[in-house]
């Protein structure tokens, strides 16, 4: 899932500080995209208990962004439900693997193996953006008012990091890679994931105007049928995120 994918699951999925939650909801993508990362994967995908643990005792008005990591997470969150997307689809696979081979510059076995449901659920968040404007202008203004020195401090504090390094890499995350512009149209998606995906291990060289046709193509591909995937992801996140667990 993706930048307006995983905002809109937490929102949807936890009754909170919606600011909050967008903002949690969008740390855990500082791994792997983000280098030089001071986390660990495990630090700040899937440690979600461990710094609610630290808000709730801390900052417990803040409690939320912890919320937020956690609806993206792989354990309890959006992330669980990744690989689900490929059971959705229809016709032959192998062409939509050489189509992101030419969109992303990877190999086949990349291509096949990881960026598959990464492409896939970009076509969620054109579903998104074509049928709720209003979330994308609320999303595009968190990003703008977000206070990257507070969270990176609080993050810092709970794992033991060092501040500077904490804030260089969500200042990368949410100044270099997520630019509120970018989410005006379908064309600055495909400029959010080229950014996003030259972080990744691969390295991968995004033609951002294909990237853009084939976002377009799969949602088109799931046009009638978006509202009911993210439906299920939205109430399995909450029956796990159910305020008697947390």
Not at 189 to 217: H, I, M, T
């Given at each position: ?19 909050l ?16 990362n001071p ?14 643990k630290?808000l ?43 189509k992101i ?15 598959i449901h ?7 968040d ?10 994308v ?8 008012e977000m ?10 504090e ?13 200042k ?52 009638n049928?978006?509202e ?9 996140v909450?029956?796990?995120l159910n305020?008697?667990?947390?």
């Open positions: 899932m993706n930048i307006l994918g995983h905002a809109y699951v937490a929102t949807e999925a936890v009754k909170g500080n919606r600011e939650l967008i903002i949690g909801s969008l740390l855990p993508e500082s791994s792997p995209f983000i280098a030089d986390f660990s994967w495990e630090e700040i995908h899937e440690s979600g208990e461990k710094f609610l630290f709730d005792q801390k900052y417990s008005e803040k409690r939320d962004l912890a919320m937020g990591i956690l609806a993206h997470s792989y354990k309890f969150g959006a992330d669980k439900f990744s690989s689900r997307i490929e059971t959705f689809i229809k016709g032959d696979k192998e062409e939509l693997v050489q081979v030419d969109c992303s510059g990877v190999g086949l076995e990349a291509a096949r193996k990881w960026r990464n492409y896939f659920w970009w076509g969620a054109v579903w998104i953006f074509k049928n709720n404007p209003g979330f202008k609320e999303v595009k203004r968190v990003l703008e206070d990257i020195s507070e969270v990176s401090r609080l993050l810092a709970c794992f033991d990091k060092d501040f500077e390094k904490v804030e260089k890499t969500f990368k995350l949410f100044e270099g890679v997520y630019r509120p512009k970018d989410l005006n149209s379908v064309a600055g998606f495909a400029q959010v994931w080229a950014r996003q995906a030259a972080g990744l291990p691969e390295k991968d060289r995004v033609n951002p105007q294909k990237a853009a046709a084939l976002f377009e193509e799969i949602y088109l591909m799931l046009e049928r978006w009911e995937i993210m439906g299920e992801v939205i109430s399995e909450r029956k796990n305020p008697r667990n947390f």
